[in-house]
């Protein structure tokens, strides 16, 4: 950590003299070289113990050079944690650093691109993007950690065409160990998907499908589809994502989706509702529930959050709160 | 009543010749774009046109030109991009060069090959292309 923090403020010395804007990180010198990074922090209170987190502590290195560029993320998770159960309190400090994302992007020209690395799989909206500070909720829906992959180390090849809309059509390939797999939902060696999704005026459309070899339960071969869409404009914002997961025999996952709308009241507050339901056969649990969140933030790259969720189980009805900031 | 038409045809008419007109502009061996294309160069998803990187230029953060392009073209307000570039930051992307005036913008577009921005129709001249053009 204190490694980390020494680099990070030798590197601010070398600071162009670009003007620094929160939430944009800044360039080192003159090379094509940013960094950036975030924070968050949260509260979690339910039926049966009270936790404090400090969770993300992230740095991020980014640039590009003619046809090129790159990113990396790494990641302290879970940095700290206190929880009281009523009974006994306990504290538990994770202190490794996570790899979070590192790729290689290559711009063959203006329809292809090439990704190489560990990289978020692209699926769905929310899996794009899924830190604290860039939502509006402090909690991801249950169908972002179950149905697929959330990261995928190999190769994303995309066509992109620009005319009356844009069309978008990925594939993933994945044929080896993952990159820093300790906290990936799933442990995987084999992902192979297919994403196809088309944006027009406030209306996006996207549907994904893959198939993944893990050995998280059992070793297992499974196969997932994702259908999203997405209407956005100024003050509004509605996102639903639905999708299913099955083995060989069987549906793992029956159904996991979500429906979310936020309602930006002016450019400091945010409201937002969100309905989940999910049936995850594995690990026979099943819940339906109804989030309801506020947000406030001061500059767009701070976000101080509250949300409450009411659970079809009772027992899970929960409270959040937190802080966080991109820098 | 006579006098009330002819009131309201000088009205009419004076508010159509005030009414601003405004161009994206590019270096003269930019091909045509279309304006999907070009908004989708100022929000960096089509960074290479032709083998030649897109280098797109906005002008100052609050300047009324710059609204009113992203009102238009782009179809964003100034909180929403703040919220896309933010989000663009974590995804390793920058937002466009700012420029402080219209006419640096022009200089800028007419020696840099795949340079991209926005001025007042009435500050063109010869030695740049103009790509689309968009009324207020």
Redesign the interface.
């Known amino acids: 950590m204190k490694r980390l923090l020494l680099i990070f403020f030798l590197l601010l010395n070398l600071q162009a003299d670009e003007k620094y804007t929160l939430g944009e990180g800044l360039q080192v010198g003159s090379l094509p070289f940013y960094l950036g990074g975030y924070i968050s922090a949260d509260y979690k209170k339910t039926e049966h113990e009270t936790s404090y987190r400090l969770d993300d502590i992230a740095l991020l290195a980014y640039g590009s050079y003619e046809k090129f560029s790159y990113l990396a993320e790494l990641e302290f998770k879970e940095f700290y944690t206190y929880i009281d159960t009523g009974e006994e309190t306990n504290i538990e400090k994770n202190r490794h650093l996570y790899t979070e994302r590192v790729y290689a992007d290559y711009t063959h020209d203006e329809n292809f691109m090439f990704r190489f690395g560990k990289y978020s799989s692209n699926v769905g909206f929310w899996n794009l993007l899924p830190i604290n500070v860039l939502r509006e909720t402090t909690s991801s829906p249950v169908s972002v950690s179950i149905l697929f992959p959330k990261f995928t180390t190999g190769m994303d090849a995309s066509y992109t065409s620009f005319s009356d809309g844009e069309l978008k059509i990925n594939t993933t390939l994945q044929h080896n160990e993952g990159i820093d797999d300790g906290y990936n939902n799933y442990v995987v060696d084999k992902h192979y998907g297919f994403g196809i999704s088309y944006e027009k005026d406030a209306y996006v459309f996207k549907f994904n499908s893959g198939y993944f070899h893990t050995k998280n339960f059992t070793d297992h071969d499974l196969f997932y589809a994702l259908a999203s869409v997405k209407y956005e404009t100024d003050s509004v914002q509605i996102l639903t994502e639905i999708g299913s997961q099955k083995d060989k025999d069987k549906f793992t996952t029956k159904y996991a989706g979500y429906v979310q709308g936020l309602y930006r009241f002016n450019e400091h507050h945010i409201g937002v509702l969100r309905a989940e339901s999910y049936e995850h056969t594995i690990i026979n649990q099943d819940d339906n529930m109804m989030i309801i969140g506020y947000t406030y933030r001061p500059l767009y790259p701070v976000a101080i959050k509250t949300e409450y969720q009411f659970h079809e189980v009772d027992d899970n009805n929960q409270l959040i709160f937190s802080f966080s900031v991109l820098f | 009543m006579l006098r009330v038409y002819i009131s309201l045809l000088l009205l009419l008419s004076t508010t159509h010749i005030f009414s601003a007109e405004y161009v994206v502009i590019a270096n003269k061996n930019m091909k045509d774009l ?1 304006q ?2 070009i908004k ?1 160069i100022f929000l960096k ?7 030649t ?1 897109m280098v797109p230029v906005s002008l100052g953060a609050r300047d009324s030109l710059r609204e009113n392009f992203e009102k238009n073209i782009l ?6 991009l ?2 896309y ?3 663009q ?4 992307h ?2 466009p060069l700012s420029m402080k005036s219209e006419e640096s913008v022009k200089a800028f577009v007419k020696k840099v090959d795949g340079a991209i921005g926005y001025i007042e129709k009435s500050a063109i001249d010869n030695d740049i292309k103009i790509l689309y053009e968009w009324k207020d």
């Open positions: 279309s999907m294309q989708a998803k089509l960074t290479i046109i032709d083998d990187k179809k964003m307000n100034f909180q929403r703040k919220s570039w933010s989000k930051h974590y995804l390793g920058r937002p």
